[in-house]
């Protein structure tokens, strides 16, 4: 009873972290459209626009409780679930089935935490000035002026750098949990998991790229 129990857990937590990991990657998307206006030749006129409206839209306010719910659901669920494969499986077999696991997959842990970190990063640049946390650095107007300070810290090659090597993890990472999160929901058919696959890859690739574009462009602007 014991290992059904176990097993019945584990599927239960592997299903909320794949719901959690879509709302996480669909909210991405947003993101990115947002930071990308940061390119218009307009000095960052369009873009504070789309910020004022996120920061002072009574829902956006209400979706933002809701989207640290679902990053803490997602880390939180990952590292039990991690955890749990640990104990599981303490020793690593002597020949491992490398053909059925891809190197990212095994690896899901290390790259969400170089992640985390990251998150830690913005968060103290960005978010945690807006709450005002964090004072407002000297070349930002106000807590909302996020055009300048991410013009600002783009402009510095080691933050430039960390953010470029942070998002290259963050498409593998993506690329994985994608597929993975349509298995784990039953979404695993020889007809339809080939173009999953495409789907995921290029979803990786246009997300990492896109938040990349965006230091090259001002380290080389400045």
Known sequence: MGKIDFKLSTISSKVVMA????????FLIVHLSINLLMLLSD?????????????????IKIFEYVLFGGFLLHMIIGIIIEIRNYFVRPIKYAV??????????????YTGLAIFI????????????????VSVPEFASNEHDFFNMGKHLFANPGFSIIYIICFIFLGFHLN???QSAFQTLG?????YTPFIKFLATVYAVVIAAGFIIIPVYFFFTK
């Open 187 to 191: 979404i695993n058919h020889p007809k």
């Open 19 to 26: 719901i959690a990991g879509l709302f996480l990657m669909s």
């Open 96 to 109: 491992s089935s490398k053909a059925n696991t891809s190197f990212f997959s095994k690896y899901m842990i």
């Open 176 to 178: 994985h949990a994608f």
């Open 43 to 59: 000095n960052g006129a369009t873009f504070g626009k789309a910020v004022g409206f996120m920061t002072t839209n009574p829902a």
């Open 118 to 133: 990251f998150l830690i990063l913005h968060f103290t640049n960005f978010f945690f000035v807006k709450l005002g946390w």
